[in-house]
């Protein structure tokens, strides 16, 4: 695999690790719950700072990989938590772990998976 393939292959891991935290932290919570635990809260906004970073960093990657999925707004919301961080709405915040995350993670793990397959069908078993 070139090494271009590994660095998209790190932020395709790296979405899916953050996503991974973020169900972690609102594990058993409700949008009021987690709302109101500003520790759990900082800590998801962070993991999705990530999420948005790693879609920064695959560039054209992620269009091409995962063309279904919002990137530029993806992009953008990272921007947002990063300096309109004390304008954020916190709906938009529940609504994208809640709403688009999960869609984003199966996006990713097949991106992810086609990406480790071998290129020549020959390599493949068959």
């Given amino acids: 695999m070139p090494s271009e393939q590994y660095r998209t292959a790190d932020c395709l891991a790296d979405i899916l690790d953050n996503i991974e935290r973020i169900e972690g932290h609102i594990s058993g919570?409700?949008?009021d719950d987690l709302g109101s635990d500003g520790l759990r809260?900082?800590?998801?906004e962070r993991?999705?700072?990530?999420?948005?970073?790693?879609g920064v960093r695959l560039g054209e990657h992620a269009v091409t990989l995962m063309p279904d999925q919002p990137w530029q707004a993806i992009r953008g919301r990272g921007n947002r938590l990063r300096h309109a961080y004390d304008?954020?709405?916190f709906s938009v915040i529940?609504?994208?772990?809640?709403?688009r995350l999960p869609e984003l993670k199966a996006d990713t793990a097949a991106a992810l998976e086609?990406?480790?397959q071998p290129?020549?069908?020959s390599e493949r078993g068959n």
Avoid at 94 to 99: A, C, E, K, L
Wanted: aromatic share 4%; glycine share 0%; charged share 40%.
């Fill in 29 to 31: 919570l409700d949008r």
């Fill in 41 to 44: 809260r900082d800590a998801v």
């Fill in 47 to 54: 993991c999705l700072e990530r999420i948005c970073e790693a």
């Fill in 87 to 89: 304008r954020i709405d």
């Fill in 94 to 99: 529940w609504t994208v772990i809640t709403d």
């Fill in 114 to 116: 086609k990406l480790h």
């Fill in 119 to 121: 290129e020549n069908p």
